[in-house]
């Protein structure tokens, strides 16, 4: 894994197996944990520093002043090391589970890919004022930030995105602080191109085999599509502490409705 492109470009792209995905988000979480812990020393330190700087201006400006200027650097440096962190647990989190939960049905060293991004802003949808509050704006914006394919046992080529959709509002209080509120509904898109030989052709079934498909009570079922080859489920999820259980029960629902298509093929037979 290449850290300083992840530092750089906010981007982490790879193609290996499963288990090497999942260790490379442990990596970065080890990384993520190391820069805000040294981010929050040199902070600490500069604060110190500008303080006793400050202090030492009055009467001993020869050392207060050049002082105050090496703390200012400090947390300049601060800013920017800060800045560079990809401060996304969340997301490590998903992956990691996401590779575990894959890695049960598919080989140990089976090929997979996967694109994930570190950005937060996303690219901006509208921007306009919120007039409920002072100063209020909201902005609207979407990242696609994952994209996931591997390879399953049975030969199903699966494959996942997963897009955020921000809103943010921005106010002044009535104490005169800035205050800034995000919600966040992730869009989940898993498609499988399975093996018509094994699962047969679920095309006929009925609408009923939506119910098929349990999910927590922040996420929803937005499209279900299937045909001879291919089945495409779509899931608006609103609870982030939801998405990983989201995806997991999407996946069983997927293979319930496809291991049904299996029996009734095999019945027919």
């Not at 990596?27 to 500069?46: D, S, Y």
């Not at 509208?126 to 394919?149: F, I, Q, T, V």
């Not at 104490?175 to 509120?181: L, N, P, Q, T, Y």
């Amino acid at each position: 894994m290449d850290t300083a492109e992840l530092i750089k470009t906010g981007i982490y792209e790879a193609k290996g197996s499963l288990g090497s995905i999942a260790h490379d988000m442990d990596e970065i979480e080890v990384l993520v944990r190391n820069r805000k812990r040294q981010t929050k020393i040199i902070l600490i330190c500069g604060l110190v520093a500008f303080g006793i700087g400050a202090a030492l201006t009055s009467v001993q400006p020869w050392i207060g002043v050049p002082l105050m200027v090496l703390a200012g650097g400090g947390l300049y440096v601060c800013y920017v090391y800060h800045r560079g962190t990809p401060d996304v647990l969340d997301r490590l989190k998903l992956v990691r589970g996401l590779a575990v939960m894959l890695a049960n049905d598919a080989a140990l060293k089976a090929p997979a890919s996967i694109r994930m991004s570190c950005d937060q802003k996303g690219t901006m949808l509208s921007e306009a004022p919120w007039p409920n509050r002072k100063n209020g704006k909201e902005r609207r914006a979407s990242c696609d930030w994952l994209r996931l394919e591997t390879t399953m046992l049975d030969g199903t080529e699966f494959s996942q995105t997963v897009t955020d959709f921000f809103r943010d509002r921005t106010y002044t209080n009535p104490r005169g602080k800035s205050k800034k509120k995000r919600r966040t509904t992730s869009v989940v898109v898993q498609r499988y191109k399975f093996p018509s030989d094994i699962y047969g052709d679920p095309a006929g079934f009925p609408e009923q085999i939506q119910q098929l498909v349990h999910l927590p009570q922040s996420a929803t079922l937005r499209d279900l599509r299937v045909n001879a080859k291919t089945l495409t489920a779509k899931v608006h999820v609103k609870l982030n502490t939801d998405l990983l259980q989201s995806c997991t029960m999407l996946s069983l629902g997927a293979y319930r409705i496809l291991n049904l298509s299996r029996q009734v093929g095999e019945g027919g037979k």
